[in-house]
């Protein structure tokens, strides 16, 4: 066994890991962890070994071989074995997960953990008790799979001056919205398809409307700027109100539809720094690297002031490819705490977050008019009124007696476009807007 006392003397001694739940992440890091252990030891000199699994039935098929003497439903007996020299945590959710992390954290023992949901909501509270207690917190797994981005953030980019990340973070409305794009599929029947896959959820919630992406974005916020981002923190719009309409508009004008992740820091370093954080459908020109960025898989961008642009693309969900990003994470942690080291997660204090309607963005409308003389120089004013400058412009050759008519605008400030939108509903020749989707250039 190793420990912080005992590992120096004996260097083949086992790490023994305790696995906090056992679905398809936990099984498949079972799997990963049996095939890659020599190799492992070869390349690292760790020797990882299963040393006990927590999991809520003892009974169920998991598919995969596993010794069935590890397995265990008491998961604080796991944490609190003296055997057990580091903890993954992938039962997910807040609790227990939450308690079980801080007591392993405060006996001692380094912790690796794949849970979005509890980083983004009390992350702050377990990089301090790992600190405190001078081990590893690593979590690669949480935002975007198996692209390695939290490692390049807390590592090779501590230097930098990361101004802005956006990314693709969730694989299942990547998915949805690939099916849309290419073939013609309506939301509700590429979601269908998404599920019968497996990539979304029989309850959908958390992908289409963003609280996963949403989860991911704090995170990755909170180490790239090193300020406490929570989830609360994200503006969050989802992908249900993506209509077939709007995906071939996009395309009319030389875009895709992406859900994006965007974190960006504002007069970085002064007493007026302000951080946002928002999720949302929007409009991502062809040429763009993001636009390529088909089906599940997922992409994060970084800039950086010095680095420049800088791309991370591969799996962002499934269980293999998580797994291999937590035990990754294992052989990191596994060999600090043999040398007696840990790296601390360079989170800070609260930061201030600048409030969507202090954002700007370009848009995209499509709204319908009474098709009559005038119409479209009154609606265009109601945009300058604003202070809302058009860029584009596209009218339908609709019959009868309206239009359809696409708007695509210049840079500009949410509160002005929402004041625009207020107008547009009261005005007489408009008679519905229909898509509002904001625009990423370039
Ligand atoms: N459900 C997520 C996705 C994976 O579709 O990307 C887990 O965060």
Redesign the pocket.
């Known amino acids: 066994m190793a420990s912080n006392s005992s590992s120096s003397s004996d260097d083949n001694a086992p790490v023994r890991v305790g696995i906090l739940g056992c679905g398809h992440v936990g099984s498949a890091l079972i799997e990963l962890l049996g095939e890659r252990a020599r190799a492992i030891e070869t390349a690292s000199g760790v020797r990882l070994e299963a040393g006990a699994v927590a999991v809520r039935s003892i009974s169920k098929d998991r598919g995969i071989e596993l010794d069935e003497s590890l397995l265990t439903t008491d998961a604080e007996a796991v944490v609190a074995d003296p055997s057990i020299d580091v903890v993954v945590e992938v039962i997910g959710g807040i609790e227990p997960a939450r308690s079980l992390v801080l007591a392993a954290l405060k006996s001692g023992k380094p912790v690796v953990t794949a849970n979005?949901e509890l980083l983004a909501s009390v992350g702050s509270e377990l990089y301090a008790a790992a600190e405190a207690n001078g081990v590893d917190l690593l979590f690669e797994a949480a935002a975007a799979?198996a692209i390695p981005i939290i490692r390049p953030l807390r590592e090779s980019l501590l230097a930098e001056d990361v101004r802005s990340i956006i990314g693709i973070?969730?694989?299942?409305?990547?998915?949805i919205l690939t099916r849309m794009a290419e073939d013609g599929a309506t939301y509700a029947d590429a979601l269908g398809e998404a599920q019968r896959l497996g990539?979304?959820?029989r309850d959908p919630t958390?992908?289409v409307e963003g609280f996963?992406?949403g989860a991911?974005t704090a995170i990755m916020a909170s180490i790239a700027f090193g300020a406490n981002v929570v989830a609360g923190d994200v503006y969050r719009e989802g992908i249900s109100t993506i209509t077939s309409k709007d995906i071939e508009s996009a395309e009319r004008f030389g875009y895709v539809i992406k859900l994006l992740a965007i974190a960006s820091v504002f007069d970085a370093g002064t007493d007026e720094e302000e951080i946002g954080v928002r999720v949302y459908p929007a409009m991502v020109p062809v040429s763009h690297p993001l636009a390529s960025v088909r089906d599940?898989f997922?992409a994060v961008f970084v800039e950086g002031a010095a680095s420049g642009e800088l791309m991370f693309y591969g799996r962002?969900?499934?269980g293999q490819p998580?797994a291999s990003a937590v035990l990754g994470d294992l052989v990191d942690a596994a060999s600090n705490l043999q040398r007696g080291a840990f790296r601390p997660v360079p989170s800070g204090p609260r930061p201030s977050i600048r409030a969507i309607d202090d954002l700007e963005s370009a848009y995209f409308l499509n709204i319908t008019v009474g098709d009559s003389p005038g119409v479209l120089s009154e609606v265009a004013g109601v945009f300058a009124e604003n202070g809302i400058s058009i860029r584009a412009m596209q009218q339908d050759d609709t019959p009868e007696s309206e239009a359809s008519v696409a708007f695509i605008t210049h840079q500009g400030r949410e509160s002005d476009i929402q004041a625009t939108l207020s107008r547009l509903k009261e005005h007489d020749a408009v008679k519905s807007i229909n898509s509002v989707i904001r625009v990423i250039e370039s």
Not at 169 to 175: A, D, E, K, L, P
């Open positions: 979005k799979g973070v969730n694989g299942t409305t990547n998915y990539y979304a959820e958390a992908d996963d992406a991911k599940s997922n962002g969900a499934g998580t």
